[in-house]
């Protein structure tokens, strides 16, 4: 079984892979435009067992749907790039070890072309006259008219960032009101989500939290903004849960973290993509999927709880301190710095067959997600 922990890996060239086959790559994005659509039918079915919140599933909904719109961009961005001469000819670079999504770089060069979408469509042809010029050229010259398809492709590519709504390198907290608790303080749900630049896949994170400051969280900007950046500092796969979460209690007095979920959407698993090792490569390869079947998409939930406070006293004043519950099996409480940890894995049938069928060991506690052929989700284990 491969390592389904989410620890940090080093980020070398040799992890990376390009497509430099236009159809490679349009079988690639194709392949991720139907798993997005399972990540919000998947947590609908955590939140239906109840390893999930009502709120909890729709912030994860929302941010498998801005997942979804970046691919789609990403798509537009490299559907025809390939096939042009020149300085403009790219192609997509992925992380085909423990990962399969795009590497960092791309979110972050999408980014950078985000802030300047609106200045290259102001320079650039109207989609109309472009798909005139296209047939005009076709039926008048009888040639592929490759640049302008790419140009086309492009505008298209703006357009997409323009509109917004997509999973950028940093996805900075939110907070939610979740209602007054005792003694005057306020309950608050944060989440907030980054694409880890070390593992190349998104990450989740949902914090809920009471204050007992006097000016309501949102609305203290000066406090606000010292945790949005301290939350985006600490986002980091090799940080544990514990590490986080008392950095955030010691740094912020009024501010009180009663429970703290990460949430990896992924590494992402195909034969025809990546590479890995142990029975989820021998289920990938006898599986013999067909094309858009031929994957296996993993998700951690790591969770960490406060069980009690502790009073630490200081000269002139007392501040409340969180004690966290560690796991208590296996002797594992210091090592996973969380309260527990869950994994599942959501795959087509076919390569759940065979899972099956070999049950490998290191599988068996994991929840596996079955999409079958009409898109409706199974839940096993």
Known sequence: MPDLDPTPKLDLTHDHKVLNDDLAARRYFAKFARITRMMASVAQEMEADQSLATRETEILSGYAGAIAATFQALSLKYLVAGRITGPARRHLTIDLHESGFPIYQELVAMANDAAQAAQHLAGMAPEADLKDRMIRQIVGARTIPTDLQYALSQRLYFEA???????????????????????????????????????????????????????????????????????????????????????????????????????????????????????????????????????????????????????????????????????????????????????????????????????PEGFREVRKFVVGHSGRVMVYG
Do not use: C
């Open 161 to 359: 960032l323009a509109a917004g709504g997509l999973f950028w390198p940093q996805m900075h907290p939110v907070a939610e009101w979740t209602g007054d608790r005792p003694q005057g303080r306020r309950g608050y749900t944060l989440h907030w989500a980054v694409y880890d630049s070390q593992l190349n896949v998104p990450v989740v994170y949902i914090l809920d939290l009471e204050d007992s400051g006097r000016t309501a969280l949102p609305k203290d900007e000066g406090r606000w903004a010292q945790v949005q950046a301290h939350l985006l500092a600490q986002s980091v796969g090799g940080l544990k849960l514990v590490t986080i979460a008392k950095g955030f209690d010691t740094d912020f007095d009024d501010l009180h973290p009663k429970r703290l979920r990460r949430i990896h959407l992924g590494p992402m698993y195909s034969s025809a993509f990546t590479l890995q090792t142990g029975p989820i490569r021998e289920v990938l390869d006898e599986a013999r999927a067909p094309a858009g079947e031929d994957w296996a998409l993993a998700w951690t939930i790591e969770d960490l709880e406060s069980t009690r406070v502790e009073l630490e006293k200081g000269w002139f004043s007392t501040t409340e301190r969180q004690v966290f519950a560690l796991d208590p099996f296996s002797g594992r409480g210091a090592d996973l710095g969380a309260t527990r940890m869950s994994r599942a894995i959501i795959l087509p049938q076919r390569p759940f067959q065979v899972l099956a069928e070999k049950d």
